[in-house]
């Protein structure tokens, strides 16, 4: 049998078992102390949380997916349309290189994808993102280990650099907006960016208008912006705060410095 590549969804494995593991012990916990104590039984409310939120992360991983609606490869083909042909790009927060795999497989070029593995995204490491550009018989595709906040990058080194789900993520920058800039100081006089993040987020960014001011104040111009939603469907519960109700997209270009 061929082997396949192997591209997780962006929720975590780890959490999923966790919740549910978590709902099976309070559960059983609640049921052992009833048997001695009736009241005890009552324990089992507790699992009420962690039930619902282990319905809900496996509710959006199943959407996510292929067997799904395959929503995370939607996304994606939003993106790859809007930077659209160019010689050099860089998707950061490649995870398992399934966004930089498919520009390499749809357009020319030179491809780099940059993430910093493994840390508690360990199902997006290294190894696997390189493993399934081999996989994909696709060339011109080279994985680099590093932070979003600091990317260790000229400044104008590449004419298409794009983002999926990657900058409220960055955990050694407080303010997200940092590597918001950082990314638009790579990008090219000229060249087109394609973003898509949780900016409307008020406890990630404030506002919207935040992100916008810092990629201006980079150099960038924006063309669009647009919610997620109103692109294709959500279903529930991908229409929650918690997942991608405050998903949009920002694209555009670098003005000439």
Known sequence: MRDMPSYPTWIKR??????????????????VAGVVWRPGFALAILAVPCIYIAVVISVTSW???PQG????????????ERVGDG??????????????IKLAKTWSGKFVG???????????????AERNAKLEHVQRVAFVHGS????????????????????????????????IAEAIRVVADGGRFAFVDLFDDPKIYGSRE?????????????????VLSSVFPLRWPMNTPKVLRYAVIISGTKRAS
């Open 14 to 31: 780890s959490r999923i078992r966790l919740f549910w593991m978590l709902s099976v012990a309070i559960v059983l916990a609640a049921v």
């Open 63 to 65: 959407w996510l997916s």
């Open 69 to 80: 609606d395959d929503i995370q490869a939607k996304v994606h083909q939003q993106i790859v």
């Open 87 to 100: 010689e050099n790009y860089l998707d950061i927060g490649c995870g398992s290189g399934e966004l930089l």
């Open 114 to 128: 940059l993430d910093y593995w493994p840390g508690e995204w360990g199902q997006f490491a290294q190894t696997q």
């Open 148 to 179: 979003a906040s600091r990317l260790p990058f000229s400044n104008g080194e590449f004419d298409r650099v794009v983002s999926c789900l990657a900058f409220h993520e960055v955990k050694d920058a407080d303010d997200k907006t940092v590597s």
């Open 210 to 226: 935040r992100v916008l001011a810092a990629i201006r104040d980079a150099g960038g111009r924006i063309e669009e912006q647009t």
